[in-house]
């Protein structure tokens, strides 16, 4: 795989890549791991391929790819940071995955080679500038019948039932503070991204964690997603890190939801998924 000068293609990633940012990415992971296992799985996903993770950060998706592809396949993933990177290789040093690298590279730097079966990206293409042109400068090197496979998020859906006043306004703060900076979810847009950039019509999934009872996963990924978030929710003056508290957020979320016997809907992941004609 080649790779050309670093240019700026990309959107400025509001969320950061300090070290408690990079346990979040693998907290998230694990709530999101059985969503993308079963999509890679019905997308067409098989042991002995050879995979392009886009935007791997610091290596779950490219870990969960590698699982399915096994030992006879190979998993080369790219992140443009270079923190994200090298914990991506250590990490796969540590588990002795000699058949998964990672590489310092943006999205429109990189030219993928022919030998690719598959490139995957999963909450990436909501930080390109321009999607379309990502998926098209992604594909256009492949083989025909090589899979094309993105999640991308629907943060619309995520909510607390019965409505929680903490869990509405962590919510709201988020979903402002992302579109303040400019990054918007496009996983319901995904059907016109994949054909404006030439592709055939994809298949689509549509699927999100239903959290229940004390100890989901998923109040302690919303209050570190509001931790990461918190210089950016500052700088734009929509909230503090008083009024947040970020150390006692899940707890605190978790108690109203759990204190109503009520639940909380995870932000949705949209899958699509089309081969190269």
Not at 182 to 208: C, K, M, W, Y
Not at 227 to 239: C, D, H, K, N, T
Request: hydrophobic share 45%.
């Amino acid at each position: 795989m080649a790779m050309m000068n670093a240019t700026l293609h990309h959107k400025a990633y509001p969320l950061g890549h300090d070290p408690r940012e990079l346990d979040r990415l693998t907290l998230q992971a694990r709530l999101f791991e059985p969503l993308s296992r079963r999509f890679f799985e019905a997308a067409g996903l098989r042991p002995g391929m050879r995979v392009l993770d886009v935007g791997s950060g610091c290596g779950d998706v490219a870990f969960l790819v590698r699982s399915i592809v096994g030992e006879g396949g190979e998993v080369v993933g790219i992140d443009r940071a270079p923190q994200a990177v090298a914990t991506a290789n250590a990490r796969a040093r540590a588990q002795g995955y000699y058949n998964v690298r990672f590489v310092e590279c943006d999205v429109m730097d990189c030219m993928p080679d022919p030998q690719f079966d598959a490139v995957v990206g999963r909450l990436v293409l909501m930080y390109t500038r321009d999607p379309v042109a990502a998926v098209r400068h992604l594909t256009e090197r492949l083989r025909p019948g090589a899979l094309v496979m993105f999640q991308e998020g629907d943060f619309q859906v995520a909510r607390a039932v019965p409505s929680a006043p903490t869990v509405d306004r962590m919510l709201d703060l988020i979903r402002a503070t992302f579109n303040a900076a400019g990054t918007n979810d496009v996983g319901l847009q995904l059907r016109t991204i994949f054909e404006a950039a030439g592709l055939s019509t994809p298949q689509l999934r549509h699927e999100a964690v239903v959290g229940s009872g004390a100890g989901h996963p998923a109040f302690q990924v919303i209050a570190e997603v509001c931790r990461s978030l918190l210089p950016v929710i500052e700088r734009f003056g929509l909230g503090s890190a008083r009024e947040i508290d970020p150390d006692t957020l899940a707890a605190r979320m978790e108690a109203e939801v759990v204190g109503q016997n009520g639940v909380l809907v995870s932000p949705a992941l949209i899958g699509a998924w089309t081969r190269l004609r």
